[in-house]
């Protein structure tokens, strides 16, 4: 045992430790190029990214990108049109509707003419600031009739027998509809409207038909006496053309 | 093509299908929109404070000593070259400069050109330019020609600055937008003895979004950071103590 640890006591260990330099010069404006090992793990650990189009369906990969439409948030120009186009929807008592076909700019100088000479104004706005105008007001449903050119009247008289008047001799000008004091109308109403000449004989003309039931009703008990008076009255006549 | 669709239907043959659809001319849809005209009002630049001596000062070829010191020279350093930029790497007036995409060093040559070149081509009224290195300080020595090796280190040739991966050079700003200064930025930059761009704030605030996804969205779980700091297949054997601090994204 004493000679085993004599031996390990001889046996002397001695630790070598060599510094390792690292010529590390290199040119950076002309790099070296890689070594292969080095270049593998360039390789292998270039980064790859998931395509964004892997989990769309066919129908949003070929129709037409929206988010790469860009529209004008706010556009002050058009409030103040919108703003002015809400007042005359307001202040007009009769706003009328057409669809424009395509017509000389003569034509349509005239019919802005003839408009402006039965007091009425001839307007021609577009979707987007008529939108602005008049969404989430009673004047919505305007917007439907808003597909292809179409074309506004205002008129602060509702007065339907100049418009149609001036509408007859521009056949392009094709009313869809109109606002009569507030209230829609369509086409066929306005035509029944035409009809009627004004107030006090729309008045008078109801007057009549509640008054219809009593009226005949007297008719029918007076018929005898009336045709006894009409007769003794021709009667009157004959004889005094004989004198 | 209506008229293609309904024959199609009526379950007609393979090859007929084939004739139709040899027949059929790609037809493209354009939908023409009209809208109301916007002008929107221009940038305002009420902010930006145009100082007073607007183009960029002369820079001495020579760093300035106190009289009677011998010019000292210097180690070649290209440690200083090396890597990224810590400091020097944003906009101070956060509009356009030039940023360094390489490292290099720049001469009293490289500030002529700079200098006379954007001094040209700016409006001194609305905009200005400012140095954002130093005037060249790092002596470079040279030996004679035909010299052999021995006798001492070589005499002061010249001086240079040196520049890191993503430092700004020059800094332009005032009432301009990015499109008046990318032209001539660009100009100069391409003549720089470095990768350089022209680049405005929006650019950088981009490019570091954009940075930001790349490394988050990254498929590849063995990126060079990951590999090299787990010394995955040995790697560590053969890399450098720049590796080490790097990480493989600088040389």
Redesign the interface.
Known sequence: MALAVRGILRERFYPVVQAKR?R???N??R?KPL?F??AV??E???????NPKRLKTPIELCSKPTDKIIE?VD?P??RI?ARELRERFDQSRLIAFYHRNSMNSDQQYKAYVAFIKAKMHIKTY?K??LEMAVKDTKFEPVLDFYVSQNVMVFSPEPDIKQLLKVTKKFPQMVLLAAIFEGKFISKDEVMELHLIPNLQTAQAALVQTLNSATTTLTQQLNSHQNTLVSNLQERVKQLEEHK | MNIQKLVLTKGSSPLFEFSTKLLSVPAVSVLQSCGMKHFPAPPTYDHVEIPERPKLRFVDKVPYYAPGIKAPKMQKKLRLMRGPEPVHNFLIHKQYGIMALGGGRLKWQHFEMMRLAIGRKIDPQRMFAVWRVDSPWQPLTRKGQGQRMGGGKGAIDHYVTPIKAGRIIVEVGGKCEYKEVEGFLRDVAMKLPFQAMAVSQEIMDKEKKEEEWREKNNQNYYTMKYVMQNNLGGCQRWMSPFDFKFLGKYL
């Open positions: 690292f590390g010069k290199i950076i404006q790099p070594h090992d080095r793990f360039t292998l650990t270039k980064p790859w990214y998931l004008d556009n120009y058009q049109i577009g987007k600031t």
